[in-house]
């Protein structure tokens, strides 16, 4: 059943939803895929870049080892010389077509810039260590400069604004050039809510911050292919200008959501000296650095919730509930209760351990869904809402639907 011969099946089956006839009776077929490289950049149905991060990310770092044993490391060869080797490197291999990119989502962007600062701080001897331990006597003092440290020092572009120029210069290009096709392309996507024309309209609106475009009013796509072709050069010029100061690549200007925020300043542990790069982090370090949990699972006492009496089947499945999914159970459980103590909280951890193990064995998460959740009869204790949230359709507020 699952041998040579399923495996056929399955593929074949996969392969039937992308193959068109070409014409009616006729046995030849187009056949379309999921994803395809063009010119060196791996394009995706569902504009997923992460298989392209992945390879530019390992492309840089195994290159910049043959430059730090030749070049980088070398000390007679001047900073200004070694920035600028490595920059027109990264602007060639790493950035390459990245102004075709459509806009990257927080966890591969993290990945992209982290590569590109890690060689940034080899240049400059800041290598970033987090951690330090818990002896405030062996600090490496080299974790104290941030990222935003070392571009300001030296004058580097973030690779954020780096994707941001290159998208920009190939949208004057093509207002310049003007091909008729392409034009109708870009103006056909100007609806859709994801794709390399929403990501265009967010930079556009980005340089808006700059002194040279400040005063322009909010324009439209057409209104900005109007503006750009009277005066290309100018443009870019007035771009270029923007992304090279030092408020183009100071934090403010690229960690835009909570995720990068704490990827752009690590949150540091207030019992030692650790830094995370993220939230999540920073919590595993606290349950296994000092035993410190969730706080909301001092409100799930049980396996379903108290507020919407949904029935999870696992304490751990409610917790996540709670934290994650439903912003009135979690305000609704913190203003009502109960509230466990810490050591009643251990105790049903502990009782959920030896599921955990079995999990584990199993090559599964501690949050596995085995069965589908359930609602239990009523009736509903008075609900709090926070304001804009409340809804006539559901007594939870926006957001929920009655199954």
């Given at each position: 059943m699952f041998g040579p011969g399923a495996r056929k099946i399955k593929l074949e089956l996969s392969l039937a939803s992308y193959r068109i006839p070409i014409a009616a009776g006729d046995d030849k077929y187009f056949r379309f895929v999921k994803k395809y490289q063009h010119v060196g950049t791996i394009l995706s149905v569902d504009l997923n870049m992460c298989d392209e991060i992945t390879k530019r990310c390992g492309m840089m770092r195994a290159e910049s080892r043959s430059l730090c044993s030749k070049i980088l490391k070398c000390s007679s060869i001047p900073l200004v010389k070694k920035i600028s080797v490595l920059q027109a490197y990264i602007l060639s291999k790493g950035t390459f077509q990245c102004g075709t990119w459509v806009a990257l989502p927080d966890v591969q962007y993290k990945r992209s810039h982290k590569c590109i600062l890690d060689i940034y701080r080899s240049i400059c001897g800041k290598n970033y260590k987090p951690g330090g331990g818990n002896d405030s006597e062996h600090v490496d003092v080299t974790s104290m400069f941030s990222d935003d440290d070392v571009i300001y020092e030296h004058g580097f572009i973030n690779p954020r604004t780096m994707l941001r120029l290159s998208k920009l210069t190939l949208f004057s290009r093509i207002v310049y050039k003007a091909p008729p096709l392409l034009m109708q392309i870009i103006r056909a996507q100007m609806s859709f809510k994801r794709?390399?024309?929403?990501?265009?309209?967010?930079?556009?609106?980005?340089?808006?911050?700059?002194?040279?475009?400040?005063?322009?009013?909010?324009?439209?796509?057409?209104?900005?292919?109007?503006?750009?072709?009277?005066?290309?050069?100018?443009?870019?010029?007035?771009?270029?200008?923007?992304?090279?100061?030092?408020?183009?690549?100071?934090?403010?200007?690229?960690?835009?959501?909570?995720?990068?925020?704490?990827?752009?300043?690590?949150?540091?542990?207030?019992?030692?000296?650790?830094?995370?790069?993220?939230?999540?982090s920073h919590a595993v370090h606290m349950f296994r650095a000092h035993g410190i949990k969730s706080s909301f699972r001092r409100y799930v006492p049980l396996t379903h919730c108290l507020v919407c009496l949904r029935e999870f089947h696992t304490r751990e499945n409610c917790v996540n509930h709670v934290r994650y999914r439903s912003k009135a159970c979690k305000l609704n459980l913190i203003l009502r209760g109960p509230c466990l103590s810490i050591d009643e909280s251990n105790v049903l951890d502990n009782d959920c351990k030896a599921d955990n193990v079995r999990l584990h064995l199993e090559g599964r998460r501690r949050h596995h869904v085995a069965e589908p959740s359930v609602q239990l009869e009523g009736p509903l204790l008075p609900i709090v809402l926070a304001e804009g949230q409340h809804s006539a359709h559901h007594p939870l507020g926006i957001g929920h639907n009655y199954t």
């Open positions: 794709g390399w024309v929403s990501s265009l309209m967010g930079d556009l609106a980005w340089i808006r911050n700059s002194p040279e475009f400040s005063s322009s009013p909010e324009r439209s796509l057409h209104e900005w292919i109007g503006a750009i072709s009277c005066d290309p050069s100018s443009f870019i010029r007035k771009v270029k200008k923007w992304c090279k100061s030092p408020f183009a690549n100071v934090i403010t200007q690229w960690a835009t959501s909570p995720t990068l925020q704490a990827f752009a300043q690590p949150v540091q542990c207030t019992y030692c000296l650790h830094f995370s790069k993220s939230y999540q």
